[in-house]
Every structure is written in C-alpha cells, then in structure tokens.
C-alpha cells in the first residue's frame, strides 16, 4: 500500500487535470493494486458474510473523480481510496464494511486510514426501528453487539444531534444512540497497520468483529423496505 499512499498524497500537493493526466499511467497503475486488493478483501470477508459473496467489484468501490457541483470544493479528484462491501452493493442503502485508505497526513475523515461497519444514510423508518430496538433492548444489545466489536470499534458521533430525541430517557444509559442519524462503528489505522503484509486478511479479521452489528442494523433496513413496499399503492 506504501505506493498508493505516496501517490495520493502527491494527488493532494497537485490536486489539479494538468497533473493527474501527466500522471495517467500512474494512477492506472495505482488503481490496478487497489483493485487486486479489494477483491482479495471481498473473499476473505464473503468467508463469514454470504451477502458479500455475492458482490463484484463495481458493486463495491468508487471512481476517483469528485462531483463538484454542489461543493465548495472544486478540487477535481478524491484523495482517497475506499471500499464498501454492503448487502446489495454500495446504493442499497444496507450497513456493511467500509476500509478507507487516505493520505495518513492527518486526523479525521478523508485523511485518515479507517475501518468502519454501518452507513451514513439510512431512511428515517429504519432510524426509528433503531432506536427503538436499542432503547427496548439495551442490554443485549451492549453485550451481544457492541461487545464484539470493542475494543477496535467506537460509534461515529460526528454528525449526531444535539439532544435526546423526544420520548427516549436523556439520562438513559443508550442515551447517545438515540442522537445518532448514521449509525455507524469507526476504528482508526495507521501506516504501519496499512503497510504490513496480509492487509486483506487482517482488515477482514477487524471487520468480522462488526458482523453482528451489521445484521443488527440490516435487520432493521430491511423491516423498513418491506413497511414501505407495503404501504406503497398499487396501480
């Protein structure tokens, strides 16, 4: 990965067409070994996660150009490379396991290398589901989910609400999963993590911890399509 790592962040000094098409072939090059290294990750996490199984490579990685018509930001290209192995692909709107490999220059998101289990957009159904089910079942949920995944795994509550949403405890002990809109567990990487051989299997490794969560969280998505498929009018 020290390849690729040295390229994105030559990508982030040159943010600009003029460099990124004098470095084409690099880039393709670079492309070429995230690719290889998302499809040995797909089958080491399809091992314990049939749905994975399932996925091709489109289904799970992202093109490098930004979509800049709607941000501040017009640099053209990400300087990030991520993967999201998902029930149904990357737009199923279902939890599954993402692996960002960034510039490592800097905390936080996109800099950083991260490991994550969840989504960051789910409809306001499975949201409700969620609270629900945690509220009501706390502590399996404390002792059958997010045991497993700890110590690696912390939720996301970057973009959580302010307060406690009405009509759940604000001094509950699930308190904070009832401000989250995204649920989602974090875990933060290194170089050395990224750079050691075998990445694939031990990523794989780390998210295995995370399965109960997702089926937790997809438990609920799923619920919520089929409320919706069934309130939907038939013509």
């Known amino acids: 990965m020290t390849e690729l790592i040295l390229f994105l962040r030559d990508l982030e000094q040159n943010n600009n067409r003029e460099w990124f098409n004098a470095n084409k072939l690099r880039y393709m090059r670079v492309q070429q070994r995230w690719n290889a290294f998302c499809e040995e990750l797909m089958g080491e996490v399809g091992a314990y996660d049939a749905d994975v199984a399932k996925l091709t490579l489109r289904?799970?990685?992202?093109?490098?150009?930004?979509?800049?018509?709607?941000?501040?930001?017009?640099?053209?290209?990400?300087?990030?490379?991520?993967?999201?192995?998902?029930?149904?692909?990357?737009?199923?709107?279902?939890?599954?396991y993402y692996f960002h490999l960034g510039t490592g220059r800097a905390a936080g998101y996109p800099h950083a290398h991260m490991?994550?289990?969840?989504?960051?957009?789910?409809?306001?159904?499975?949201?409700?589901?969620?609270?629900?089910?945690?509220?009501?079942?706390?502590?399996?949920?404390?002792?059958?989910?997010?045991?497993?995944?700890?110590?690696?795994?912390?939720?996301?509550m970057d973009d959580a609400l302010k307060r406690v949403p009405q009509g759940f405890d604000a001094n509950a002990p699930y308190a904070d999963w009832m401000r989250l809109k995204s649920y989602c567990l974090v875990a933060a990487?290194?170089?050395d993590f990224v750079t050691r051989p075998n990445l694939a299997r031990r990523v794989a490794e780390k998210m295995k911890t995370t399965k109960p969560f997702i089926d937790y969280i997809n438990r609920a998505v799923d619920f919520a399509n089929e409320e919706l498929l069934s309130d939907t009018p038939k013509l």
């Open 59 to 96: 289904d799970c990685t992202y093109r490098i150009y930004r979509d800049t018509r709607f941000s501040r930001d017009k640099s053209p290209y990400k300087t990030h490379f991520g993967v999201f192995l998902a029930k149904g692909g990357k737009k199923s709107m279902h939890a599954g």
């Open 115 to 156: 490991l994550a289990a969840g989504n960051y957009c789910y409809d306001k159904r499975a949201v409700k589901l969620l609270r629900e089910d945690i509220s009501d079942g706390w502590q399996e949920f404390q002792t059958t989910v997010l045991a497993q995944a700890a110590p690696d795994f912390r939720p996301d």
């Open 189 to 191: 990487a290194d170089d």
